[in-house]
T-cell receptor, first 114, second 110 residues
Framework: EAGVAQSPRYKIIEKRQSVAFWCNPI?????LYWYQQILGQGPKLLIQ????????DSQLPKDRFSAERLKGVDSTLKIQPAKLEDSAVYLC????????????FGPGTRLTVL | GQSLEQPSEVTAVEGAIVQINCTYQ??????LSWYQQHDGGAPTFLSY????GLEETGRFSSFLSRSDSYGYLLLQELQMKDSASYFC???????????FGTGTRLQVFP
């Protein structure tokens, strides 16, 4: 079974520029999450989708971050404009195993904002 | 608030046993999970405790005590490849959201 795919793996931009990340979850997984992980900290949930609907986006800085999952499969996360403090790894995860509360994470995109 | 505290760093030698603690100040969650994350890698699921007590999975065991608001991950027969960051996480009833702890960096020395 293929895992969660993310691209790009690395991205370097200057502040005030825009950037987009892509995620393809495990086939058949209805739930998709985007996390932000700042160096030395645990992942912080940004947004949760169930199919193509948003379940929770309370931690998403909506003035600059946006996310969509139009067909209930792939998802994109966009930052516009980026700030220095957005430098982090952006992790995508799919489905939660209700029995064990397992999430399957992608390799992440490491964003550096200069 | 909902917070999970872990020691920032733990060191040990190969073959040893190490315990990583997770204390929390919250209630109303389904269970306590543990994830491993190597540098530059994605978090991967290790174990889950829905009930109080010890769960064993090979060299790794995890424990939960809801009455003490405390859990731990026990790693036995440490290997160099166990050097990584370890995160506890809980899924809360009221938000259905997975919250991660502060993370513990484990360094295993030969």
């Amino acid at each position: 079974e293929a895992g969660v795919a993310q691209s790009p793996r690395y991205k370097i931009i200057e502040k005030r520029q825009s950037v987009a990340f892509w995620c393809n979850p495990i086939s058949g997984h209805a739930t998709l999450y985007w996390y932000q992980q700042i160096l030395g900290q645990g992942p912080k949930l940004l947004i949760q989708f169930q199919n193509n609907g948003v379940v929770d986006d309370s931690q998403l800085p909506k003035d600059r971050f946006s996310a969509e999952r139009l067909k209930g499969v792939d998802s994109t996360l966009k930052i516009q404009p980026a700030k220095l403090e957005d430098s982090a790894v952006y992790l995508c995860a799919s489905e939660r195993d209700r029995v064990t509360d397992t999430q399957y994470f992608g390799p992440g995109t490491r964003l550096t904002v200069l | 608030g909902q917070s999970l505290e872990q020691p920032s760093e733990v060191t040990a030698v190969e073959g040893a046993i190490v315990q990583i603690n997770c204390t929390y100040q919250t209630s109303g969650f389904y269970g306590l999970s543990w994830y491993q994350q190597h540098d530059g890698g994605a978090p991967t699921f290790l174990s889950y405790n829905a009930l109080d007590g010890l769960e064993e999975t090979g060299r790794f065991s995890s424990f939960l005590s809801r009455s003490d608001s405390y859990g731990y991950l026990l790693l036995q027969e440490l290997q160099m490849k166990d050097s990584a960051s370890y995160f506890c996480a809980v899924l809360f009833y009221n938000t259905d959201k997975l919250i991660f702890g502060t993370g513990t960096r484990l360094q295993v020395f030969p």
